[in-house]
Each structure stands twice: as structure tokens, then as C-alpha cells.
């Protein structure tokens, strides 16, 4: 199925599930939209940030599409679930946001590490997801956006871990390369097996002898950050349900 | 001379001349000062238009400190000569803009051609520069700014185009790779011989039949984007005159 008849099918009303693995080979986005009163921070703190924050596509402040990302799509509608903030608290979790949308509304596709999986997938790189952390790493401030650096753990076998930077540093938009290799505890990670976020639906099996955590920088960053700040409302897309792009993973490769 | 050392002899009043050939080795960047209310439409077009804008720092609404590019270095004296703009027309020509600057101006820092320069030299590359041009090729827009892109040319030997366009592929803040090769036509330059800014001081002698023209992106482009938008308000550094920074170009290489 192509992104845009997968957006058209949400579109229509159907509920599809999480997006991971929808639409192979296309970038997905994380969705935020705050007021444009704090777009400038919002966006400056994205370019402090790039490996955790990379800008895919910002809107005009009031439309809702992503000139670059998808012209056609309806940022709106064409998630599944969204998640509605208000002074940081959840206050709703709709099927669009038509009724929220606001003229002052700006809207940032942040890219996706599901994005990474896919290149080290189509690179034959066996690796095991383990989920998200929090470490303790601060991130650079803009304005009222400050925080720590959310991360993603990959376990990659020793004979690939070369390989893997090498590749994932091509897809800057992707996260690029890890920005920690080998042990948790050096960037604040105290369980390996207990992540923060995006925890998997089964428990992972300890790690072998021969595979090492690479710690990518993760878009999670800025919603935990853009949440902290306590915006008077912010909208996203509910968890694991990204937007998808008509960018294809590859048109991104150094860029 | 450091970068350090060099702001300093300016900010005591020194007038160094041009830029040019100070502080090899360090990336040098176009400064361009708007008023808070403008900065997000401005940084918006950057990120669009990251081949013409690359965004090397972006300091805090009424500090004049680049906390990335050079956080000691004081924007409002250390550049040896600045433009003050009124709706878009020039109004001053000051040596320092500390009677001007306003606690809502916001800073830009673009990466500069002269990084280019400095790289192809060090991997023993020969070229000519041959001045600064209008195309024909429109940037995306945001909010009031839109307009042509403007590029530089180099005569590159037939030799040493593949180097060339592989190691200025590595420096994105330096406006990475060419955008064109070889017809000046193909993007609306009429003459080669004639640019339109960045005029050599010597007539360029015409090209040898195996030198090709290639077309870099170049920062120029935000400032006539800028200009044409007619800010009430706007600030730059002088033609010439860029901001020394304290990054060591290869620092910048694929970020």
C-alpha cells in the first residue's frame, strides 16, 4: 500500500493500529503541533538538538500539510490517534483533531527511528530492539524547551557494529549514528531490560556475548521536553502511531 | 592569529579589512539580525532552504553571545563593519551596532563559501572563483521570505570534479555539495564573466577548455530574501566582513 492510500484509509474513519510496519521503506514522523506563540522555540530547540530533533517538515502556521513531507496529506486526519495537551496534562486522545485545529496552529514532523530499522533491516543487519530511555544527558535549551536526551537501544552483534554506524550515519533525518556505544550506565541508563518508553511487548532476553547496545538519540526527546515546558495546549500523535510520509528512506540518505 | 585574539583586536576598535584570508582553517559565517517577531518565519525559510541556509547558531532573543559558534564573542562589536537596514533600504553603516541593538533582535549565524574555499585548498584542489549570481531557481518560502536563489561558481578542473563534489558533499554548513554543474544557462546566468555580487577585483580570465563551472548554494541568498521583505528592522555584517567563529571547519565535516 502506498502512504497516500494508507492516510486515505485513516482518512475514512478506519482504525490500521500502530505504524511499524506500514508502508515499508517511507519515512515516518513523529507529529507535534504547539500554538505558533511557541513555534520559534519549539523550532529552535530542534536545530540545538538535531540527532534527537530532526526537522522533516514544519507547516505555515494555520495549514495542515506538509508541503515537503505529503502536499496532499491532512495532518488533522490522517493519523489514527492523537493525543491532546493541555498545560501538559492529557485532555483528550480523539481520531482527528478537526475540532481542536486552530488557525495559529503549527505543525513538526520530527523524523523516526523506525526509520533506522528499516536500513539496517535492508542492509541484512539482524539486530534486537530492547525500547526507549531516559538518560542523563541534557539536551541544548531554546526558551522554555529544556530537558534530557531520550534515547533508543539496539542490540547489534559485534561483526555488524561497524557496519551499522557506517550506514545509520548516512540518515541524518533518521537519528544518524548512535550517539553511545556499549555500556548503559555511561549515559544514566540504570536497567537495560526496563525501559522508560516504547516498551516491548515481550520481555527481552539478556543480551548475548557477542552484542553491544548502540544507543541512537530519539525523537521522544522533544514531546517529553515540549510536555515538561507545559505548553497552555500541544497536540501530537498518540503513541506509536506515526505519521507516514511520501519521503522514501533512501531519498534521505545525507540529507 | 586565533579566532579569539582576532575578535578581540576588532572589538578594541582595530579595522582588519576583509575576512577573506584570516583565520584559516575556522569556519567564518554571514550575520544576519531580525527582530524576534520575524525570527521564526526567517528560520523556517533556513531549514527549508538548507543548501543556501545553513544555520550555524541561533542565539536567544536579545543576547548577542553564539553560545554554539563562539560563546564568548559578543556579536554587536566583533564584527569590524555592519549594515543597518530600514525597510529594506540601508541606513547606517556603523563600526558596531551597540547603539542599535534591541533586546527582541535574534542573531542568525549562516555558513559561508569561504569554508569551501578553505577545504578545497587543503586537499590541494585548484580553482577559480568567479563571483556570486541570481538563478533562476525559486527557494521555498516561509512566512514574508521568498525569492531566488543565489550561488557561487568555481572553475574546477576536469580532474578534480569528482574530489571536489565528494569532499564538499562532507560539509553541509558549508553548503555541501554543488547544486549545478557546467552550463550557467541551465539556471539563468547569462554571463558568467559579469556576476551580480561578490564581484573578483581582477576580471576573471574565460574559463580553459577543461575547467567546468560548478554552483554552490550560497548565503547571499537570505540576505537578498531578506532585503526584498523589507523587515522594519534588519542587521548584517558588511560584504566582506564575516563573523570569525571559533569551529575548526573540519569540526563541521557531515554535520
Redesign the interface.
Known amino acids: 500500500m502506498s502512504p497516500r492510500e494508507y492516510r486515505e484509509l485513516i482518512r475514512g474513519g478506519a482504525d490500521l493500529g500502530l505504524t511499524s510496519n506500514v508502508c515499508g521503506g517511507y519515512a515516518q514522523a513523529q507529529l507535534d503541533i504547539v500554538p505558533?506563540k511557541y513555534?520559534?522555540d519549539y523550532?529552535?530547540f530542534c536545530?540545538?538538538n538535531p540527532r534527537p530533533c530532526p526537522?522533516l517538515d514544519?507547516t505555515?502556521p494555520g495549514s495542515p500539510h506538509p508541503?515537503?513531507a505529503a502536499p496532499q496529506a491532512d495532518l488533522r486526519t490522517d493519523l489514527s490517534q492523537y493525543n491532546v495537551y493541555i498545560n501538559g496534562k492529557i485532555e483528550a486522545e480523539p481520531k482527528d483533531i478537526k475540532s481542536y485545529w486552530s488557525s495559529d496552529f503549527?505543525a513538526f514532523l520530527i523524523g523516526c527511528s523506525l526509520s533506522i530499522d528499516w536500513v539496517l533491516r535492508t542492509s541484512d543487519i539482524n539486530f534486537r530492539t530492547t525500547g526507549a530511555y531516559m538518560t542523563n544527558i541534557q539536551c541544548?535549551p531554546?526558551?522554555p524547551f529544556k530537558g534530557p536526551l531520550v534515547v533508543t537501544c539496539r542490540l547489534i552483534k559485534g561483526k555488524d557494529v561497524a557496519t551499522t554506524i557506517r550506514i545509520t550515519?548516512c540518515y541524518p533525518t533518521a537519528h544518524g549514528a548512535p550517539i553511545h556505544v556499549g555500556n548503559p550506565a555511561g549515559i544514566g541508563i540504570k536497567d537495560l531490560y526496563h525501559p522508560d518508553m516504547l516498551k516491548p511487548s515481550v520481555p527481552v532476553t539478556p543480551k548475548e556475548a557477542d552484542e553491544i547496545p548502540l544507543f541512537w538519540a530519539c525523537g521522544l526527546t522533544t514531546r517529553v521536553v515540549a510536555l515538561e515546558a507545559k505548553l497552555p495546549t500541544m497536540v501530537t500523535g498518540a503513541v506509536g502511531r506515526l505519521f507516514v510520509t511520501d519521503l522514501p528512506v533512501e531519498k534521505l540518505a545525507?540529507q
Chains 1, 2 share one sequence.
Open positions: 505558533k513555534a520559534f523550532l529552535l536545530i540545538r526537522v514544519v505555515d508541503m515537503r503549527v541544548t531554546a526558551g550515519s545525507n
